[in-house]
T-cell receptor, first 114, second 113 residues
Framework: GENVEQHPSTLSVQEGDSAVIKCTYS??????FPWYKQELGKGPQLIID?????GEKKDQRIAVTLNKTAKHFSLHITETQPEDSAVYFC?????????????FGQGTILTVHP | DAGITQSPRHKVTETGTPVTLRCHQT?????MYWYRQDPGHGLRLIHY???????DKGEVSDGYSVSRSKTEDFLLTLESATSSQTSVYFC????????????FGSGTRLTVV
């Protein structure tokens, strides 16, 4: 089955800096890659996603890039703010009939210092 | 989160007792999922459902069973709770392979003592 590796496990940045989180996946047939943000005591929330026919997608300060050849994708947050502090998860969905199942990375704890 | 409710939010139980967690949705989504979250492991799929009475195992299904008798409810049962099942459990709903990911519930923190 699919395996997703996420790095780094923790990331500390100063307010205004950029943050980058990277994920690799194992199944070359995977075709959908969402990113989730989890705040303390809450469930993960979808913040951005990308499909395998697209190389990059942006939404204000966040962007995701996908390299299908290398089987990796990354989350980029620019001009970080303290409210960006949270746990971030990447995920991948296998191709074919997967019933929508997602395989998640291990998570990255992002801390933005004022 | 709007449209999906988990109960209870917190539970402490003793080793060897059965425990049932409930996930209720009002979105009429066909697909429902149970994940557990543990430090260093991210979110791991326990069981999922692709319709009423249609369920299948995920990657960490041992010691767990599920039932879905109605579209809106997906129950997760720990048949005989063990300390290794101490975790935060999340339910999620989605629309399958054409959806834009999941919507997660707020989670149930389960402690087995």
């Amino acid at each position: 089955g699919e395996n997703v590796e996420q790095h780094p496990s923790t990331l500390s940045v100063q307010e205004g800096d950029s943050a980058v989180i990277k994920c690799t996946y194992s199944d070359s047939a995977s075709n959908y890659f969402p990113w989730y943000k989890q705040e303390l005591g809450k469930g993960p929330q979808l913040i951005i996603d990308i499909r395998s026919n697209v190389g990059e997608k942006k939404d204000q300060r966040i962007a995701v890039t996908l390299n299908k050849t290398a089987k990796h994708f990354s989350l980029h947050i620019t001009e970080t703010q303290p409210e960006d502090s949270a746990v971030y998860f990447c995920a991948a969905r296998a191709g074919g009939t997967s019933y929508g199942k997602l395989t998640f990375g291990q998570g990255t704890i992002l801390t933005v210092h004022p | 989160d709007a449209g999906i409710t988990q109960s209870p939010r917190h539970k402490v139980t003793e080793t060897g007792t059965p425990v049932t967690l409930r996930c209720h949705q009002t979105e009429n989504h066909r697909y429902m999922y149970w994940y557990r979250q543990d430090p260093g492991h991210g979110l791991r799929l326990i069981h999922y459902s692709y319709g009423v009475k249609d369920t299948d195992k995920g990657e960490v299904s041992d010691g767990y069973s599920v039932s879905r008798s109605k579209t809106e409810d997906f129950l997760l049962t720990l048949e005989s709770a063990t300390s290794s099942q101490t975790s935060v459990y999340f339910c999620a709903i989605g629309e399958g392979d054409r959806s834009h990911g999941y919507t997660f519930g707020s989670g149930t923190r389960l402690t087995v003592v």
